[in-house]
Nanobody, 117 residues
Framework: QVQVVESGGGLVQAGGSLRLSCAAS????????MGWFRQAPGKEREFVAA????????TYADSVKGRFTISRDNAKNTMYLQMNSLKPEDTAVYYC??????????WGQGTQVTVSS
């Protein structure tokens, strides 16, 4: 099993920055891909960004390209999401996810990000 725990959420003004962290534990050698998703009130959960554990290949949702940066520190089994130029529409619960293949099998409890206008 793999456990993932998010941290770093909070309240920030529009235009500000936050950095989210996701710490993985357990059978971390099984992890191939880690990603961030978010869910705003009344909306479905959506993909934000992903990174492969070995090559560090990254993908982003169009809505966050150029503003968010995903990275990982394999030695610490930790993934990060640097969020800059935040907008009120970025307000959501952000979830960390990890998977041994192309699917995400392991999910965190989420961390709230609120961007005030």
């Amino acid at each position: 099993q793999v456990q993932v725990v998010e941290s770093g959420g909070g309240l920030v003004q529009a235009g500000g920055s936050l950095r989210l962290s996701c710490a993985a534990s357990g059978r971390t050698w099984r992890i191939y891909r880690m990603g961030w998703f978010r869910q705003a009130p009344g909306k479905e959960r959506e993909f934000v960004a992903a990174i492969t554990r070995s090559a560090g290949s990254t993908t982003y949702a169009d809505s966050v390209k150029g503003r968010f940066t995903i990275s990982r520190d394999n030695a610490k089994n930790t993934m990060y999401l640097q969020m800059n130029s935040l907008k009120p529409e970025d307000t959501a619960v952000y979830y960390c996810a990890a998977g041994a293949g192309n699917n995400y099998e392991y999910w965190g409890q989420g961390t709230q990000v609120t961007v005030s206008s």
